[in-house]
């Protein structure tokens, strides 16, 4: 095991500086003692959960082992441990640890004991779950991990090969009981549905491997592919969007894109797409309307405007500013409440009710005014917002009140609730247009 371990790991013949999580089970020993066969510049972290009574026992085995062979010990003690949704939390805690240590003491790669079984039970747990095609992928053998990389040099082994090593060897480890209890999904899948697929075939645990590493590829091309179309989505610092050319024109190449689109932009939103709603945007995507919105969840939504499609946050009006788009309806902080809709008249029963040509650049930006805004008041005469209020004598607090109104390219169309601009104006009110509704106090 040992030759196939380093002929199949040659990363770890390198000189790097790697830090080993250890555990205390028996994958994590025989990881450790693989790697002390090499003079290899190792050091070991732990993370005492204090979820089992062996858990105390475990870390000072641990500290005494490191002390005796002369490695490097770090020690983490979860001094609050989760009370739900604690397997999640308790790996969360893990490797922001794990990162840690690996930035203040200069570690190059973070080396964890997973192994074949793990990576068939993996994949049938997110098959089971269902997920994209790179989640379906399963563990990968190395990513870029913190200031360095994670990498996984047992992957291509099983758990009895790991077991026997041991045994070979008369290492000392400790059995979680936990493993054996039936309440966590992994747990059943390893004892009830992997001893079988063994039976079946016991090249399975290669064929996981192998079919991690294909999906792995095919993401990769796909990528690859739309590279282009990915570089056309543009940011304005507050929503991303781009055209309908750049969107594939077949269903397949329209979820792959906006797979890899959410994807990319999962760092800056923290927004999580599940795969019915992607599925729902394609079925979206087919219909014959060339304005709607989808509601993603956490305030995000992704929305076409005609040709132009946006994914972008309803900032809360607290917060000073937000978008509207068609058919959109806000209540503001004052009690005030303002909507755009289409129309062919205006309102007479709502107190200020602008008119908008169809041709306006939605969605509509509600904000609180910024120093040099300025708004048209007819054909030649543009003013800035502040003289305006100057030389109409408005109260200090009424214009911490006002709210601007903009269109997607920034021209102001109006200062509500105080004046409207040349273009909010100009409309030929016989025709439908849209119609932007205020109403300072919402009816009880």
Known sequence: MEQAFFRGNPELLTGKKLLVAVSTGVDSMVLLHLLE???IQIGIVHVNHQLRTESNDEALFLREYCREHQLPFYLKIWEQPAKENIEAQARSLRYAFFETIMEQENY?????????????????????????LIGHSGIARQQPFGTGTLLRPLLSFSKEEIYCYAKE????????????????????????????????????????QQFHQQLAWADQLINQLLKKNLRNVEY??????????????????????????????????KLAVSQKQLFALLDQLQRPVSQWAVDLGDGWRFSRRYQRFYLEKRTAAAEGSF?????DQQILPNGAKITLKKSDMVSEKTPTSIPLPLTINLPLTIRKRQAGDRIRLSKTLTKRISRYFIDRK???????????????????????PFVNSY?????????????LDYTLQVAK
Do not use: C
Request: proline content about 3%; overall charge negative; charged content about 20%.
């Open 37 to 39: 066969q090499q003079k």
């Open 108 to 132: 190059d790669v973070l080396l964890t004991a997973h192994h074949g079984d793990d990576q068939l039970e993996t994949l049938l747990m997110r098959l089971a779950r269902g997920g994209s």
């Open 169 to 208: 060897k008369n290492l000392t480890y400790f059995e979680d009981a936990t493993n054996a209890s039936t309440v966590y999904f992994r747990n059943r899948i390893r004892h009830n549905v992997v001893p079988e697929l063994k039976k079946e075939n016991p090249q399975i645990l290669t064929h996981a």
């Open 236 to 269: 304005d610092g507050h929503r991303w969007n781009f055209t309908a050319e750049t969107l594939p024109a077949d269903p397949g190449g329209r979820y792959y894109f906006l797979s890899s689109f959410f994807q990319q932009v999962t760092a800056q939103t």
């Open 323 to 327: 978008y509207l788009a068609e058919n």
């Open 394 to 416: 408005i109260p200090a607090n009424d214009r911490e009140e006002a709210w601007v109104v903009a269109d997607a390219a920034g021209e102001v169309v109006a200062l509500l």
């Open 423 to 435: 273009l909010s104006i100009a409309t030929e009110t016989d025709r439908i247009h849209y119609i």
